[in-house]
């Protein structure tokens, strides 16, 4: 079946760093566009960055320029580098795989919590 597995989630000070990994099985992942959400506490779950099958990479704006994204296809893994972390980032951050219209997938989320 397919797994969606994050790692790398914890406790941060404002404008520290983390990096998030997501590594998937049960897909053929290259052909997979790949994406990262994050849902805080009494929000929407909102995209925070995504990255094609191509390589092709969108970000939400609150993140452009703090945060990247990355896939190896190889590894079957996609990763997140979060930097110059703010308190407002704190949320479950989810992995989130896509092909087609209809097919979507999503990991069990892990927590980033960005103090003060």
């Known amino acids: 079946q397919v797994q969606l597995v994050e790692s790398g989630g914890g406790l941060v000070q404002a404008g520290g760093s983390l990096r998030l990994s997501c590594a998937a099985s049960?897909?053929?992942?290259?052909?997979?566009?790949m994406g990262w959400y994050r849902q805080a506490p009494g929000k929407q779950r909102e995209l925070v960055a995504a990255?094609?099958?191509?390589?092709?990479?969108n970000y939400a704006d609150s993140v452009k320029g703090r945060f990247t994204i990355s896939r190896d296809n190889a590894k079957n893994t996609v990763h997140l580098q979060m930097n110059s972390l703010k308190p407002e980032d704190t949320a479950v951050y989810y992995c989130?795989?896509?092909?087609?219209?209809?097919?979507?997938?999503w990991g069990q989320g892990t927590q980033v919590t960005v103090s003060s």
């Open positions: 990255i094609t099958s191509g390589g092709r990479t």
């Open positions: 989130n795989a896509r092909i087609g219209p209809f097919t979507n997938y």
């Open positions: 049960g897909i053929i992942f290259s052909s997979y566009a």
